[in-house]
């Protein structure tokens, strides 16, 4: 469906990553390949490094962290936050809602909304169209906007599939009406019919963790994995991202009047250099204005990894200028959803260790 | 170009006979990551950009199917 959305604006990103970084070339003997063969792959999907957070680091002690940093700063003022998305699949706990928790871990004002939504890799654009929503309320003029995983703990150490590529983090944007006379376009899809390309199969209520659900089994690729751990299904992902990214995108180009050469930055989501670099192909862009460096450097931490690719990327360019960004998220649903936006003249835009 | 794609498989899984094969993928001699691989040299080696729906695997079982791909990208 297309969407649109009129005087609203991003005014700060910040993104709160583990400080634990742990190298590919650490973890190649916990994979039932040969150094050589895993070497090549390095280098195809930019496996380099990734942040782990810590056995005993939750979503909420990264959300919480980086909010306070924000207020402490004196960079966001606590009282003006009406609304706190947390878009996450690695909860605290099934309940109360973990955005709930981070209200009162802050002693956040009670006048306000929290919110969680379960969502992945297409998890910012859902946040950020949750957002614009809200702020057409009169009573909420500010929203923070949450995205963050640990998914980490879910992957098996033994996956090759997975394991090199995920990764931890937070992020936090701010978002507020604008007195400027602004049109942001969107769309989203989602196909639930192709919902186990990339699921936990255990750990829910249909099929509660037990000691047989914990039993590593050999997959047809020589990945071991158990039915508690997160499994990808490479190739459906792949060919799902390859044929429904590209006509998103021209259809939001097209509703939006834009032209491919007028965007400054494709912002996507990042699940491996190979598939951005095809994905840019495809779509019939320069590769270098869609960056693929946030896994090879950070890991893949879901819907986390558009801030981290705006932070990381532009950072401080965005303090002072205003880019035109095509931001676009793809995968766990199956969900796809796409942006387009001038943004830009941020209070901050920074990355933070936790 | 056969002897080319022949080099590039025998260096991506040397410790198979390409030849005694007439499907790579089902008698196991790659797999999605090494699908992933060639592709990477093969754009590489011929200067293209294969198409990232046509990283399907049946465009990889044999050699046949491999110059049948590059073909479509023109080369000849």
Request: charged share 20%.
């Amino acid at each position: 469906m297309d969407l649109k959305f009129h005087n609203k604006k991003i005014s700060g990103i910040v993104t709160v990553l583990p400080s634990k970084e742990v190298k590919f070339e650490d973890e190649m003997e916990n994979y039932n390949f040969s150094s050589a063969k895993s070497m090549k792959l390095k280098l195809a999907m930019g496996y380099n490094k990734h942040r782990i957070a810590e056995n005993d680091v939750c979503v909420s002690d990264l959300c919480s962290y980086g909010l306070k940093y924000l207020f402490e700063q004196g960079k966001v003022n606590k009282d003006e936050i009406d609304a706190l998305i947390l878009v996450t699949q690695s909860p605290d706990y099934f309940m109360p809602p973990t955005s709930n928790v981070i209200q009162g871990l802050l002693d956040m004002k009670k006048d306000m909304i929290c919110m969680d939504i379960n969502q992945g890799c297409a998890g910012y654009i859902i946040g950020l169209v949750q957002a614009f929503m809200l702020l057409d309320q009169p009573s909420i003029k500010k929203v923070a906007l949450l995205n963050a995983d640990v998914l980490s703990k879910k992957v098996s150490k033994r996956d090759r599939n997975s394991n090199p590529l995920i990764g931890d983090g937070a992020s936090i944007t701010i978002i507020e009406n604008s007195s400027e006379n602004l049109t942001i376009h969107g769309n989203l899809f989602m196909d639930g019919t192709r919902a186990n390309a990339l699921m936990i199969p255990a750990g829910g209520f249909r099929l509660p963790s037990s000691a047989e659900t914990a039993i590593m089994e050999e997959d047809i690729n020589g990945n071991f994995r158990s039915l508690d751990n997160l499994v990808m299904k490479g190739d459906e992902v792949f060919n799902f991202v390859q044929t429904e990214v590209p006509p998103m995108i021209d259809s939001l180009l097209h509703t939006a009047s834009v032209s491919k050469e007028d965007v400054d930055y494709y912002m996507f989501h990042q699940p491996n250099r190979f598939m951005l670099q095809k994905l840019a192909d495809k779509i019939g862009v320069d590769r270098n204005k869609m960056p693929c460096n946030i896994v090879e450097n950070f890991g893949n931490a879901s819907g986390v990894s558009i801030p981290t690719n705006i932070t990381y990327n532009l950072g401080s360019e965005m303090l002072n200028n205003e880019y035109q960004l095509c931001l676009a998220g793809f995968g766990v649903g199956l969900t796809w959803a796409s942006l387009i936006l001038k943004t830009g003249n941020l209070n901050f835009c920074e990355i933070i260790n936790y | 170009m056969r002897e080319k794609i022949i080099s590039i498989l025998n260096e991506l899984r040397p410790e198979f006979d390409f030849s005694m094969s007439n499907n790579f993928i089902a008698d196991g001699m790659l797999d999605s990551f090494d699908v992933i691989n060639l592709v990477n040299e093969l754009d590489t080696t011929f200067g293209i950009s294969i198409d990232g729906m046509d990283v399907l695997p049946e465009n990889f079982s044999s050699v046949e199917n491999i110059i049948a791909l590059l073909k479509k990208n023109g080369i000849e």
